[in-house]
T-cell receptor
């Protein structure tokens, strides 16, 4: 399956945009980029996903580069409640559409 | 929409006991559900895929006789940890999706924290 690389941790200021990078250089044409987050002691929460176009929903925006080898999750106005581990996952037929979680990025939003 | 519920959220039991965890899709039907396990300070590891009306498929290294999965209806999958021991203590999480394929997000339950004494 296409592996992803994310920074181990990031600090963000409350009220500012948080930009979370992800590299997925071995992604294939029909594989989607998914983002989830996990707040301590809870199940993962779906955030957003995309194939090649940029996507936006009420939680975040997803920017995918033209060559699809990397993407950025943008939380437009980070709040303290956005402190969580964020997972970037490539999902496709190669792995039966299963979700394979890496280590993710631990994001800490500070007041 | 797309709510997944797990029960119980927390269980403590003695070594040797069998423990059943339920995963329900509350507002959709799911032919497939997934079970994960997460140890402290680690990421989620997929244990098995639960298939409605047929046998579950287990990931490499997961003992199917230890972790029994039943998916008897389109809204319920159960995971039974048989003869649980302290090393089985973990956070167990399930997920389900309203549809098949990569465009349908998987939605997760809030997890079950299992502690074996």
């Amino acid at each position: 399956d296409a592996k992803t690389t994310q920074p181990t941790s990031m600090d963000c200021a409350e009220g500012r945009a948080a930009n979370l990078p992800c590299n997925h250089s071995t992604i294939s044409g029909n594989e989607y980029v998914y983002w989830y987050r996990q707040i301590h002691s809870q199940g993962p929460q779906y955030i957003i996903h995309g194939l090649k176009n940029n996507e936006t929903n009420e939680m975040a925006s997803l920017i995918i580069t033209e060559d699809r080898k990397s993407s950025t999750l943008i939380l437009p106005h980070a709040t303290l409640r956005d402190t969580a581990v964020y997972y970037c996952i490539v999902r496709g037929a190669r792995v039966g559409y299963k979700l394979s979680f890496g280590a993710g990025t631990t994001v800490t939003v500070r007041a | 929409g797309a709510v997944v519920s797990q029960h119980p959220s927390w269980v403590i039991c003695k070594s040797g006991t069998s423990v059943k965890i339920e995963c329900r899709s509350l507002d959709f039907q799911a032919t497939t559900m997934f079970w994960y396990r997460q140890f402290p300070k680690q990421s989620l590891m997929l244990m098995a895929t639960s298939n409605e009306g047929s046998k579950a498929t287990y990931e490499q290294g997961v003992e199917k006789d230890k972790f029994l999965i039943n998916h008897a209806s389109l809204t319920l999958s159960t995971l039974t940890v048989t003869s649980a021991h302290p090393e089985d203590s973990s956070f167990y999480i399930c997920s389900a999706s309203p549809g098949q394929g990569p465009r349908q997000p998987q939605h997760f339950g809030d997890g079950t924290r299992l502690s074996i004494l």
